[in-house]
Nanobody
């Protein structure tokens, strides 16, 4: 499956952004989808994941209550709504896919397919 992330940009602390990730090439609903991020000089870290149906979600503690992951299987797209953004949320954000039925997966190597990343910068 091919993944294309978009929606990043520069936002002030406390602001919001919505990232999108469009999938193509395979049946989108066959995959659990995740978002990861990587800040300069740091390892890539898990942000959120959503089940194939959208019925279940899982978040890193650092974003719980501020970020919301969702998906639209008719549009082959997964979203990450980010509210109350903080400077420490600054990173390149990546979407990723893993076959459904294999658990959440919170490590990079749990996912088979990756998008190209979109930069999010939170700064005043």
């Amino acid at each position: 499956v091919q993944l294309q992330a978009s929606g990043g940009g520069l936002v002030q602390p406390g602001g919001s952004l919505r990232l999108s990730c469009a999938a193509s090439g395979r049946t989108f609903s066959d995959y659990t989808m995740g978002w990861f991020r990587q800040a300069p000089g740091k390892e890539r870290e898990f942000v959120a994941a959503i089940s194939w149906s959208g019925g279940s979600t899982y978040y890193a503690d650092s974003v719980k209550g501020r970020f919301t992951i969702s998906r639209d299987n008719a549009k082959n797209t997964v979203y990450l709504q980010m509210n109350s953004l903080k400077p420490e949320d600054t990173a390149v954000y990546y979407c990723a896919a893993r076959p459904r039925g294999t658990g959440w997966g919170t490590l990079s190597y749990d996912y088979d397919y990756w998008g190209q990343g979109t930069q999010v910068t939170v700064s005043s």
